[in-house]
């Protein structure tokens, strides 16, 4: 008899901000399996529940072993932060489970995205049309990722950038930024928030032509404004367009 997969989305992390399905899927599940840094940081509130890590760039080999476990007729949860729907593990996981041709049982819990969390932080940047976008080109051509800053810019949406610097990945948010800058206005507002929601948690507000200078790494999502946001008391906010 086969068991299910629960694909859930763990938020920031904080279980303040962990939606009660997914903590009710975790904790009534017989094994969590995740990246060790997510497995981490719900140690803490999950209880009496085995737990499965494993490094960067497993995911095809953890979702490989959910399966199989999963195929035992136990209850495996396959975690990520955010949403895994968003450059999470829901898409992986469910692409394997399709080529094994077995119908086991997956559902996916979604979570608050690291855009969602950056946003809440700043106010409201994502109050009208929004992209994100991932500035790790390890799954997509760079060359492509700059087409889309491009299409994202001349359409004048807000941007949530994922991933946007890394210690071996430097130039990339560098050509982004300049990208930018050939659309938008250097006094664009520029949200930084790094550890959204944990402990080490750091909010700021720049412009497009100062974000260079900042610190910024792979804990860091930048809100991009376009031509309709401004900062209001310290809040980044994006005009949806109703008059007062």
Known sequence: MNGKIYIIGTGPGDKDFVIPKALISMQNSDIIVGYKTYIDLIRPFITDVELVSSGMKKEVDRCSEVLEIAKTGKTVSLISSGDAGIYGMAGIMLEIVEKSGTD???????????????????????????????????????????????????????????????????????????TMLEYYKGDTPVGIVKHAMREKQEVSITTLDDVLNQDVDMFTTLVIGNSQTRVINGKMVTKRGYTY
Do not use: H
Request: proline share 5%; net charge neutral.
């Open 104 to 178: 086991i049982e997956v559902e996916v819990v979604p979570g608050i995205s690291a855009a969602t969390s950056a946003g809440a932080l700043l106010g409201a940047p994502l109050m009208n049309d929004f992209v994100t976008l991932s500035l790790s080109d390890l799954m997509t051509p760079w060359e492509l990722i700059v087409k889309r800053i491009k299409t994202a810019c001349s359409g004048d949406f807000v941007m949530a950038l994922y991933n946007p610097k890394s210690k071996t990945r430097v130039k990339q948010l560098e050509i982004a930024i300049n």
